[in-house]
């Protein structure tokens, strides 16, 4: 489903009733990251009893549309900031107190064409309406050539969450520094961001070799700065 912001969210409940929920569950998650031990542990507690209070307000409204109410209200009350666990929303300020983007994003986006059969099985599953929404949307639009693989959409998101001059370190396919697919992704980065460098390690036999053992294709690691 696409992701929903913080506005979004809390609109369900409406402003004036979620304000003061909404100050708490800020505090708790400020505190929670500089705490450990029991203490930690009580306020995981509290935090999930505020969610709890939110999310039965929502479902009791009778002020707006109840469906709608219960779709954002389960949304925020799905945010576990204690597990490792995907929800359907991202607001970086919301979650982690961080505004204006990212210092660093590091990671290992996954690979693979949307909808396509690879190695006798499909690939990433994605519906009509969010391959619409890819090839649509201005925020995509850089990497969309073709048949979309997904770590081109991940790049570009990566480099959309970061601050001016944040640092963006990420492992993928090898065919980015010369895919014709690749190469409006690649114009776009040329012309927004300064290249630190590109890692590359083809194809091994061998899986000694490899980066990752039991994967036998060509990555590479970019660094990259977001500044012109």
């Known amino acids: 489903p696409e992701r929903k912001t913080q506005k979004e969210i809390f609109k369900a409940f409406g402003v004036n009733e979620a304000d003061k929920e909404i100050d708490k569950l800020k505090k708790l998650r400020e505190t929670y990251f500089v705490s450990n031990g029991k203490k930690k542990l009580a306020l995981e507690h509290k935090f999930r009893d505020i969610q709890g209070n939110m999310l039965r307000q929502g479902r009791t409204s009778k002020t707006r549309e109840i469906k ?5 209200t389960e949304a925020l009350y ?13 607001d970086s300020e ?9 210092t660093l994003v590091i990671g290992n ?3 693979g064409l949307l909808n396509k059969k690879q190695n006798k099985k499909m690939g990433h599953i ?5 391959i619409k929404r890819f090839k649509t949307s201005s925020e995509y639009k850089p990497a969309i050539k073709g048949m979309i693989n ?6 570009l998101k990566s480099i959309s969450l970061l601050k001016s001059n944040g640092i963006f370190t990420e492992i993928f396919p090898l065919a980015f520094a010369g895919d014709i697919s690749a190469g409006k992704l690649r114009k776009y980065i040329f012309e927004n ?9 083809p194809e091994r036999d061998n899986e000694r070799k490899r980066v990752f053992p039991a994967v036998k294709m ?3 690691i970019m660094n990259l700065i977001k500044k012109k």
């Open 94 to 102: 919301w979650m982690f107190g961080i505004k204006g983007g990212f």
């Open 218 to 220: 060509s990555v590479c």
């Open 68 to 72: 709608k109410d219960i779709m954002l």
């Open 109 to 111: 986006p996954p690979y």
């Open 193 to 201: 961001c300064k290249i630190i460098n590109i890692n590359a390690f």
């Open 150 to 155: 997904v770590y081109v959409l991940f790049i």
């Open 78 to 90: 799905e945010w576990k900031p204690f597990e490792n666990k995907p929800t359907q929303w991202f």
């Open 126 to 130: 994605a519906s009509l309406d969010q």
